[in-house]
């Protein structure tokens, strides 16, 4: 399985995206924000980081790159790509999901292990998972999820809704919510449920010594899914 | 400007030197020579009150590929690696700006780091603000907080340890230090030192503003109440641009077209330039008009000080100027070849065609002050005699209520989320245990890093203040089953001019040297901040002490929370009960007099070296060494940690309960262990001659102590992790 991982000025975990993905079985590659195509590819990422150092607006300078035009064709034509982070916040503002990322609600960057709660599983991505509830580690200052009434109407319409923050038995109230996201939502698909954007990093869980193993489980299962 | 006398204190010169900068150069300096003799020689750039004493330190050692003079020390870890890293201060900054002064204090660092080589794998730092009644303290804690996170956030590197105090003597004068460990392979550093002739002399990186400008000037003064109108000389950072910077410098390194690289920090191109020439006993010739510059009519005054940020200046090979060039603008980023290596043994700087400036580099360097300042000796404290009955009206639980909840004792964890410290994936002991630990990526090592300092200790006896750093440093790694290597210190003192300071600064550096050379701990790298006092009001002397240890495999790594229940818990080093300058008597008793407890170096040796071997022969579980707040506090940060409870029995002491609980002896560790396993553990111990008994046994989720004291661990953990997120949240 063939997958890229986009390098932006400013991209900082797209070693470790690369790491996780290698050592799940992508065929990786790496791809410059300035080049024109995408290499042939079953599963294209945007890394977290602070791309054009968050300058503007998160997100919005990267939106723009030249290889963000291969991105989105690549997206409208079916293709997987997945947004973690800061990569979310170039999704949202390249119109790939519906949505905006807004500072956190107390104005801190979170560094912390979050639980999160799978909605459905009727896509590329959590099919075949045999849980629910997975512990993922979240790292941001602008991971707060808004949208208006009715593009939340839209997207709770078409299951768009990838993960809830919740607790570890996946009750979804405020209190499990580190950033005041709308609705605790930590995850969104588009429509078509190709392309899926989220703040939590799954390719920092990949080894019980570090912050967990969930990632490593969703990684697995995501080969799977594609293979 | 004419340039006189007057003009000369107002750059913070003396008269004397003033005098000596004219016989130097047979003449009267220009205004852009004289504004280059203040940088180089102020206090934070020649290191003039200090020089002769950090002379003592020992430096050497088996594991030592470069010590203190170049950018950042280096330390060998087997297999081709090196770790270089260091430790520098921004207090000044960070006390007129704290998001600013802090963020660059930070990438400062981590620039010193990459400028060797080395891609920054983790970043450290120890922050002291004033007492939490100070009116200032709070926004100060934000600020630093903010400005720590927004630049090592965004370049992507995991702050893994820290360390945070709260004091009154930092209400006019806080401290940010910042550490940074870098990976590079040993044959792949770089060094300052420029070689050869006519080589090409390069500008890389962000534009030269007016920011900044006399900024290492600043850091060499002290406040006074006009301190607000410091503001410009408080460098403003871009994260975003030093990351370009570290990824396109690390590119051109792993070719071979560098000859000597020298980031710009204090001092700008003035200090880069001249210790690159300096080093390389070479002659510099620089074009200003060639320097890519951020504002319009700057003078060659002001570029030559500049502190402008995320700038690096390198002698490159002739010839290479543009493969060099074409990474620089793959990356964004300026480039200029703004002058040449010469060999003259002058700086000379020429603008608008004409010759502004022509120095001897000797003068500005190897003939800069060296001052033997006046320093009075200290004497140790006469020991208190604590009345017995205060202790016995205490009760136990009341007291372990305000020790866990100190804010220097309780969980920091409100600074420590601010911090990504998990990017780079390799980040396997967080924040808030004994040491950080990182794996050197894609290998079984790690190496484990920590940030020490003990101001009370310090300002109660200085040598013993010093030694104890360098102790504490050291158990710190092991107590996560690092081998200690290395040390870097950053001194902050008050004045040098005052006889008190300046010998709590000797008798400091004299401990540290004495520590560092027993244990075979060697200083590689550091930084020296004096003047850390508004009016006449010094700070209490305080080093930081950032210790790095290499862990062979990272399975083996050690962490605080006791594991199972039924397991044995022991001390390892004796508790002899000394009260005086602990946080009991300090806090609980209000006596501030004594002396700090007494660092017995053999002990702290044998101790350490004995709890390795036990470590490397998988015995031991858990571990915590005993530092602020004494035994009783150590194992409730390890039930807290762990979620379990520990019974302690009653102990066979000739000492009270309260001091056997609080007291603060050094060279001591709790343990955990498998009870099938104390014959053996105990065996090897007593073979080693090391002072060891036993505590108790871990229960399920209470603390029971001499069966009359219960406390749960739910209590405990609220002592400890509410006090920071009230304070800032009231």
Redesign the interface.
């Known amino acids: 399985m063939k997958s890229s991982v986009i390098t932006f000025p400013g991209s900082n975990c797209d070693r470790d995206m690369h790491v996780a993905l290698k050592k799940f079985g992508f065929n990786n590659k790496m791809v410059w924000h300035n080049d024109n195509e995408l290499p042939k590819s079953d599963l294209v990422v945007l890394p977290g980081g602070f791309s054009y150092g968050d300058y503007l607006r998160c997100g919005s300078m990267a939106s723009k790159s030249k290889i963000m035009q291969s991105v989105i064709n690549f997206a409208k034509s079916g293709g997987l790509v997945m947004g973690i982070c800061n990569g979310f916040q170039i999704l949202v503002e390249s119109g790939l999901v519906p949505g905006v990322l807004l500072r956190n609600k107390y104005l801190e960057f979170i560094c912390k292990n979050v639980f999160v709660k799978i909605k459905n599983k009727n896509n590329p991505y959590f099919k075949n998972l045999d849980k629910d509830i997975f512990e993922f580690h979240i790292a941001h200052n602008e991971g707060n999820y808004f949208c208006t009434g009715d593009q939340l109407k839209e997207i709770e319409d078409n299951n768009q809704v990838a993960i809830y923050y919740c607790n570890d038995n996946g009750k979804t109230d405020e209190t499990f919510n580190p950033n005041g996201s709308l609705k605790n939502i930590a995850g969104i698909f588009n429509k078509e449920k190709n392309v899926l954007g989220m703040m939590p990093h799954p390719e920092r869980m990949i080894d019980k010594s570090l912050s967990g193993e969930d990632g490593s489980l969703f990684f697995k299962n995501l080969i799977n899914n594609i293979k | 400007m004419e340039v006189n006398e007057k003009v000369a204190i107002d750059h913070g010169l003396k008269k004397d030197e003033y005098k000596k900068i004219c016989t130097l150069l047979k003449r009267i300096p220009n205004l852009t020579e004289l504004g280059i003799f203040s940088a180089m020689w102020n206090e934070h750039c020649s290191y003039k009150s200090s020089r002769l004493h950090l002379k003592k330190l020992p430096t050497t050692g088996k594991k030592v590929i470069q010590g203190p003079g170049e950018n950042a020390g280096v330390i060998d870890i087997e297999d081709g690696d090196a770790i270089v890293f260091k430790i520098e201060s921004h207090n000044h900054p960070s006390f007129i700006e704290p998001y600013q002064g802090a963020a660059t204090g930070v990438g400062g660092i981590m620039r010193d780091v990459f400028t060797m080589g080395a891609r920054p794998i983790a970043n450290l730092n120890s922050i002291h603000f004033g007492s939490p009644q100070n009116k200032r303290t709070k926004n100060l804690l934000r600020g630093v907080v903010?400005g720590i996170?927004?630049y090592g956030?965004?370049?992507?590197v995991p702050t893994i340890a820290g360390q945070t105090s709260f004091d009154s003597s930092y209400n006019g004068n806080i401290l940010v230090n910042a550490m940074t460990l870098g990976l590079v392979k040993k044959n792949k550093i770089f060094y300052s030192k420029a070689a050869g002739l006519n080589k090409p002399v390069i500008y890389v990186g962000s534009k030269t503003g007016r920011d900044g400008i006399h900024g290492a000037s600043m850091a060499s003064a002290s406040f006074d109440e006009k301190i607000e109108e410091k503001k410009p000389t408080v460098q403003v950072g871009?994260?975003?641009?030093e990351?370009?910077l570290l990824e396109a410098c690390l590119e051109l390194m792993a070719g071979d077209s560098i000859i000597a690289i020298q980031d710009m920090g204090a001092a700008g191109l003035t200090s880069s330039s001249i210790e690159m020439a300096s080093k390389g006993n070479l002659g510099i010739e620089l074009n200003l008009n060639k320097v890519p510059c951020r504002e319009t009519k700057m003078s060659p005054y002001e570029i030559m000080l500049s502190e402008s940020q995320e700038r690096m200046l390198i002698v490159l090979e002739n010839g290479k100027e543009e493969l060099a060039k074409k990474i620089f603008d793959k990356?964004?980023l300026d480039f200029a070849v703004i002058g040449k290596t010469t060999k003259t043994k002058n700086i000379e700087l020429f603008f608008d065609n004409e010759q502004v400036a022509k120095i001897p580099v000797n003068t500005l360097v190897e003939n800069s002050p060296m001052y033997d300042r006046k320093w009075k000796k200290s004497k140790l404290p006469k020991k208190i005699k604590f009345e017995k009955e205060v202790f016995s009206n205490l009760k136990i639980k009341d007291i372990l209520q305000k020790v866990l909840s100190n804010q220097n004792i309780c969980s920091k964890e409100w600074i420590?989320?601010?911090?990504?410290?998990?990017?780079?994936?390799?980040?396997?002991q967080k924040p808030g245990g004994d040491s950080g630990v990182v794996?050197v990526h894609g290998t079984e090592k790690a190496v484990a890093a920590t940030v020490d300092s003990s101001a009370v200790y310090c300002w109660a006896h200085p040598l013993t203040g010093g030694k104890q750093v360098v102790a504490e440093s050291w158990r710190n790694l092991i107590s996560v089953g690092a081998t200690p290597i290395a040390i870097t210190n950053c001194l902050n003192f008050g004045s040098p001019e005052k006889e008190d300071n300046m010998g709590e600064f000797v008798e400091c550096v004299k401990g540290i040297g004495e520590a560092s050379k027993y244990l075979e701990f060697p200083v590689v790298s550091g930084n020296v901040s004096f003047y850390n006092q508004t009016k006449e009001v010094g700070i209490k002397p305080t080093p930081s002490i950032g210790g790095v240890g290499l862990i062979k495999n990272?399975?083996k790594m050690i962490t605080m929370d006791f594991k199972e229940i039924n397991n044995l818990v022991l001390i390892i080093g004796k508790t002899e009960g000394h009260i005086d300058q602990s946080l009991f008597a300090r806090t609980i008793l209000d006596e501030k007099n004594g002396p700090p407890p007494e660092i017995n170096l053999f002990n702290e040796k044998n101790n350490g070296q004995s709890l390795l071997s036990l470590i490397e022969r998988d015995y031991i579980k858990s571990a915590h060494d005993i530092s602020l707040g004494g035994l009783i506090t150590a194992v409730s940060k390890m039930c807290i940690k762990g979620n379990k409870g520990i019974k302690i029995k009653r102990f066979k002491s000739l000492i009270s309960e309260i001091e056997y609980l609080f007291s603060e002896d050094q060279g001591r560790y709790i343990i955990e262990i498998d009870p099938k396993n104390l014959k053996e553990v105990t065996k090897i111990l007593n073979k080693n001659s090391v002072h060891h008994e036993e505590l108790g046994i871990i229960i399920e989720k209470e603390m029971i102590i001499n069966e009359k004291t219960k406390v749960t661990i739910d209590e405990l953990k609220s002592y400890n992790t509410n006090w920071l997120t009230n304070f800032m949240s009231s």
């Open positions: 903010h996170g927004g956030n965004c370049m992507g871009d994260p975003f641009t990351k370009l990356w964004n420590w989320q601010q911090y990504d410290h998990t990017v780079m994936g390799d980040t396997i794996r990272y399975k």
